[in-house]
């Protein structure tokens, strides 16, 4: 089993809709979550970061975490044309780790 | 791009020469890492560095070595490069071990 399962997509949506994505862990020590956006031909840029369990909203943005069930989501509310990019999760159990654990992305396409 | 550069952008080389990428940062953060991106593989961590002089590796450290003698900068070298090289390699920096921030890359290309 892989520490962090996430669908690759593609996703396609129209303007405007709720776009839910979701990654799965194995690992119960994590306890950072983030969430990544990265545009085609760039570096990933940090979106969202939450600690622990609960919910965290920035905007359009909201990132769930459920860790008694190894699950976290990003909702994004009235998509845009310019969200459409590639959504990775990364998480790590903190401390003096230092790596970060990635999910292999979703690939988001928002139609207008 | 938080403050961080990298050097060159884009690269193509021959399979067995020496090349170095470099990572710059304007942030003064602790942490710095190199990490490659291919699809399929998603990002996978190389070699980190918590401090001057101060590295260790990552996941996939075969062929490639660094070093950190100033904060700001941190130079990956692929030691004899290969085809199986050719990627994407991302710079990150961060305060704390998993705040992780990301520079824009670099593409190689090893013919």
């Known amino acids: 089993q892989k520490e962090v399962e996430q669908d690759p997509g593609p996703l396609s949506v129209p303007e405007g809709a709720i776009v839910s994505l979701n990654c799965t862990y194995s690992?119960?020590?994590?306890?950072?979550f983030m969430w990544y956006r990265q545009y085609s031909r760039k570096g990933p840029e940090l979106l969202m970061y939450?600690?622990?369990?609960g919910n965290k909203e920035d905007g359009r943005f909201t990132a769930q975490v459920d860790k008694s069930s190894k699950y976290i989501s990003l909702f994004i509310r009235d998509s845009q044309p310019s969200d459409s990019a590639t959504y990775l999760c990364?998480?790590?159990?903190?401390?003096?780790?230092?790596?970060?654990?990635f999910g292999k992305g979703t690939l988001l396409t928002v139609n207008p | 791009d938080a403050g961080i550069t990298q050097s060159p952008r884009h690269k193509v080389t021959e399979t067995g020469t020496p090349v170095t990428l470099r990572c710059h940062q304007t942030?003064?953060?602790?942490?710095m890492y190199w990490y490659r991106q291919d699809p399929g593989h998603g990002l996978r961590l190389i070699h980190y560095?918590?401090?001057?002089?101060?590295?260790d590796k990552g996941e996939v450290s075969d062929g490639y070595s660094v070093s950190r003698s100033k904060t700001e900068d941190f130079l990956l070298t692929l030691e004899s490069a290969t085809s199986s090289q050719t990627s994407v390699y991302f710079c990150?920096?961060?305060?704390?071990?998993?705040?992780?921030?990301f520079g824009p890359g670099t593409r190689l290309t090893v013919l």
């Open positions: 990150a920096i961060s305060i704390l071990a998993n705040e992780q921030f």
């Open positions: 942030e003064n953060h602790r942490y």
């Open positions: 939450t600690y622990s369990s």
């Open positions: 990364a998480m790590n159990s903190g401390g003096s780790n230092y790596k970060l654990t």
């Open positions: 690992n119960s020590a994590f306890q950072y």
């Open positions: 560095s918590y401090g001057v002089k101060d590295t």
